[in-house]
């Protein structure tokens, strides 16, 4: 199975500040013949399901406010929010779908400071 | 607006069984794989099963291959899973996902409380 570490376990942010959140995996996620990486990024917050913030590694889900960002490719990725609002204090996980099973990060706490 | 609906969750004894559903709708959902996800309380997510279209082929994490068996009825827009032989190791939120060639959607989840 692949993989996945985030990095770090928590953090904590000042309102407006930027967060920077690093997954990495265990084997490259980077599907050669249409050069895309099969990774996702998802926000829980508290009593909710995941929400997919970015898929293919950079792609941002419709509806998501452009202050999210993810870069990275191969085995290194990152999540980036560039100006923390308060309504982003949550949990955050990468997650590779180019193996079964798919595998996720053990989660990235965001907080304010 | 596409939507998962999780339920069947509950409060079962130590060796029982439990049949999860979830209802999909605003997709057409005989395109997509579905795929299950647990996350105990407090925890992270754990990838328990997937189901391809067609019901093709199956797959199962380790810690539920013998226990448990995912299933699509695509008449009814509708996943299963079926739990038997129940560990308070499996108490945990169920998610269903859908597969958009990536994990687009997930359902608001449906709680299993193992326990006597």
């Known amino acids: 199975d692949i993989v996945m570490t985030q990095s770090p376990d928590s953090l904590a942010v000042s309102l407006g500040e930027r967060a920077t959140i690093n997954c990495k995996s265990s084997?490259?996620?980077?599907?050669?013949?249409?050069?895309?990486?099969?990774l996702a990024w998802y926000q829980q917050k508290p009593g909710q399901s995941p929400k997919l913030l970015i898929y293919?590694?950079?792609t941002r889900e419709s509806g998501v406010p452009d202050r999210f960002s993810g870069s990275g490719s191969g085995t290194d990725f990152t999540l980036t929010i560039s100006s923390l609002q308060a309504e982003d204090v949550a949990v955050y996980y990468c997650?590779?779908?180019?193996?079964?099973?798919?595998?996720f990060g053990q989660g990235t706490k965001v907080d304010i400071k | 607006e596409v939507q998962l609906v999780e339920s069947g969750g509950g409060l079962v004894q130590p060796g029982g069984s439990l049949r999860l559903s979830c209802s999909g709708s605003?997709?057409?959902?005989?395109?997509?794989?579905m795929h299950w996800v647990r996350q105990a309380p407090g925890k992270g997510l754990e990838y328990i099963s997937a189901?391809?279209?067609?019901?093709?082929?199956?797959y199962y994490a380790d810690s539920v291959k013998g226990r448990f068996t995912i299933s699509r009825d695509d008449s009814k827009n509708t996943l299963y899973l079926q739990m038997s032989s129940l560990r308070a190791e499996d108490t945990a939120m169920y998610y269903c996902?859908?597969?958009?060639?990536?994990?687009?959607?997930w359902g608001q989840g449906t709680l299993v409380i193992v326990s006597s």
């Open positions: 996902v859908k597969d958009k060639d990536f994990p687009d959607c």
């Open positions: 605003g997709f057409t959902f005989s395109n997509y794989a």
């Open positions: 189901i391809s279209t067609n019901s093709y082929s199956t």
């Open positions: 084997q490259s996620v980077l599907y050669s013949s249409n050069n895309k990486n099969f």
């Open positions: 293919w590694a950079s």
């Open positions: 997650l590779q779908y180019y193996a079964t099973p798919w595998t």
